[in-house]
């Protein structure tokens, strides 16, 4: 595919598709009591489900067949958009695109016959099976190297997928994300310092306090708490298995609620972080979390590791507006392109930061794998890339910074000590000082890459070069 096409596929947000001749071989089978039924190709099922998870681009059928068996196909594949018996497809198409607030150029089409050519006019981008008429082919941007009812919607959509995977390079995001309290995170900014509270406060505002104070104290910039509905996030087959607690021997499902914090609880730390001057936000686990937490005004949201691909949460973030934070442990490029297409298809000026994680907790040095900072970097510029880090020791975090990390997480505990599933791979309050201090030294260090003399190099100069510049020589040492 050329360049230009790349663009025009990275910005399709709804595939049409004909049916007999594209996702069926055109042939004509009956049941057993006589309806029409179709022989429907697998892979061209998987590229509805693929263009979906990855692209977020749904599917819509407009066909002139009445056939049972395409609608029991559409159910099969969630293909909600469905037009049986259209005779006027140019009607059904400005009608789609007037109801979706769509642009014709934000919709592809692939059809195979005479009553798909004006469609194929109107539509951004176009293709057609390798056996479509020739009339169609001379019409089209891409003929398939596959047949009808063999694949060619699926080549098809692995060409627009491919294509909204590399899209980024073309975003308008400039490289920084401004907060609701005016605060800028990201390239030419001091690294935005967010100390992981979690659930490291073991269901005590009391402890929550003590957490925030000491993450002022150490001047992080932001706290970051989790939020859960248990009945959603616990497996039920573990809801009985018996734990021991501080409660006391109680159910696991029994545990995870009394480490919840509720409406009262939330509502004295949005007071207290506003009243110290702390930022604060949570990672929501699930979408009745996000609903609790919208009637909070914190800064951003982040999406744990094992939450990023978990589209429906997504979902609900992205219709809040706030920024959204990405972490990617335990994550393939694939499905960390697949979230990021998502996002995009959503608004491709969403803001969006990305953290770097694995997901081992503690993390060995072995595994940490910072260079993925600057991976990220490269491959989704103009986007925010950080860190989030579950090892011991600080000095690799502070190394994150000095490769290029606009903003850094750890967890943080009052005592690594304490009972709990986070505390062994957090940072203590000295540490999380330490960290936030050494961190801003270097910052300070690191400069602006631009070769210079500084004044206090004047007097060395003067004492031990051989030949001083022009320049130099009659400057005063201070």
Request: proline content about 4%; glycine content about 8%; aromatic content about 8%.
């Amino acid at each position: 595919m050329n360049e230009i096409l790349k663009q025009k596929a990275a910005g399709i947000k709804l595939l049409i598709t004909d049916c007999d001749g594209v996702l069926t071989d055109a042939g004509v089978y009956y049941g057993s009591n006589g309806e029409d039924l179709k022989k429907f190709n697998m892979r061209d099922g998987m590229g509805v489900e693929r263009l979906r998870k990855y692209a977020g681009v749904q599917t819509s059928i407009i066909t002139g067949e009445l056939s049972p068996s395409i609608a029991k196909r559409a159910e099969k594949l969630q293909i909600t958009e469905l037009h049986l018996g259209i005779k006027d497809k140019v009607a059904v198409f400005k009608e789609i695109c007037d109801r979706m607030n769509l642009k014709p150029e934000e919709i592809a089409y692939i059809g195979d016959d005479h009553n798909d050519l004006e469609v194929i006019r109107l539509a951004g981008l176009t293709a057609c099976p390798a056996d479509a008429l020739p009339r169609i082919k001379n019409e089209v941007d891409i003929i398939s190297t596959l047949n009808g009812g063999e694949g060619c919607f699926r080549e098809f959509a692995e060409l627009i997928i491919d294509a909204k995977s590399n899209a980024f390079s073309a975003s308008s995001l400039n490289g920084t994300i401004t907060l609701n309290n005016g605060r800028i995170i990201g390239k030419g900014q001091p690294s935005y310092i967010i100390a992981e509270i979690g659930i490291n406060h073991n269901g005590s505002l009391e402890t929550a306090k003590k957490l925030i104070d000491e993450a002022v104290a150490a001047k992080a910039d932001a706290v970051k708490f989790q939020k859960r509905t248990p009945e959603i996030c616990v497996p039920k087959d573990q809801w009985e298995i018996m734990r021991d607690t501080p409660w006391g021997r109680i159910t696991y499902i029994d545990y995870k609620r009394k480490t919840e914090f509720g409406i009262a609880e939330y509502a004295t730390i949005d007071q207290y972080c506003k009243k110290l001057g702390i930022d604060w936000f949570v990672s929501a686990w699930d979408v009745p979390s996000v609903d609790f937490m919208e009637q909070f005004d914190t800064v951003m949201y982040k999406l744990a590791s094992a939450s990023l691909t978990d589209f429906a949460l997504i979902q609900r973030i992205l219709e809040t507006g706030k920024p959204l934070m990405l972490s990617t442990g335990m994550s393939t490029i694939k499905e960390i392109e697949a979230t990021m297409n998502y996002v995009m298809a959503f608004d491709e000026n969403y803001p969006l930061f990305i953290a770097h994680s694995t997901s081992a907790y503690p993390c060995p040095l072995q595994e940490l794998n910072l260079k993925m900072i600057q991976t990220l970097e490269a491959k989704y510029p103009g986007i925010p890339v950080g860190y989030s880090g579950h090892e011991t020791g600080l000095a690799t975090t502070v190394a994150a910074v000095t490769l290029g990390a606009t903003f850094v997480e750890r967890h943080f505990t009052l005592d690594r000590a304490m009972w709990g599933s986070d505390h062994a791979a957090s940072v203590e309050p000295q540490g999380l000082q330490r960290l936030v201090r050494d961190i801003r030294d270097v910052e300070t260090a690191l400069g602006d890459g631009q070769k210079k003399v500084y004044e206090s190099e004047l007097a060395p100069m003067k004492r031990l070069r051989v030949n001083i510049s022009d320049e130099y020589k009659e400057k005063p040492v201070a």
